[in-house]
């Protein structure tokens, strides 16, 4: 399926694009509030700039993805993989990313406000300027990852894995 035909399907009101290969399709820009992509293959797909508010993408492969700009509001990411994806300036505030995958993807400057990232892992990932106010990030890894200039004001932390991290004051947790 490409993206016309996705867009078409879910103008004509079909909202359930589960387990679907789509690996590579471009969504720029495409407004699908409330999909249902769950298990689905969005690897290396360009979805920057769309809006995927209240989407379920749980355990779906997000893999090298391009959401830049994009808006997930109280998207439900669980056990996604989001390995290498480039998050810069998401909107992914209220989301739901329990047990996500989101090694070494481009966090920078995205909005994870109220989030839920209980035992995600974020090593390696580059959270500069990332507003994490008010987060629950229990039990994740954060090795190594680039927290300089973050806002972690009410950020629940506990059990969260910080060896190696830069922290928002540029000093590094050991």
Aim: no cysteine; glycine share 10%; hydrophobic share 45%.
């Amino acid at each position: 399926m490409n993206g016309d035909e996705l867009l078409q399907r879910y103008a004509a009101g079909e909202r359930d694009f589960s387990r679907a290969d789509l690996l590579g399709i471009n969504l720029t820009q495409a407004k699908l509030s409330g999909v249902n992509l769950i298990r689905t293959n969005l690897l290396q797909a360009v979805l920057s700039g769309a809006n995927l508010s209240g989407a379920f993408l749980v355990m779906a492969n997000l893999g090298e993805a391009n959401l830049k700009r994009a808006t997930l509001i109280i998207a439900n990411l669980s056990g996604a993989d989001l390995s290498k994806a480039n998050l810069n300036e998401a909107n992914l505030s209220e989301a739901v990313l329990t047990g996500a995958i989101l090694h070494k993807a481009n966090l920078s400057s995205a909005n994870l406000r109220g989030a839920i990232l209980a035992g995600a892992n974020l090593m390696d990932s580059n959270l500069q300027g990332v507003n994490l106010q008010g987060a629950n990030l229990y039990g994740a890894d954060l090795q190594r990852a680039n927290l300089s200039r973050a806002d972690l004001s009410q950020t629940n932390l506990r059990g969260a894995n910080l060896q190696g991290a830069i922290m928002p004051d540029g000093s590094i947790h050991n």
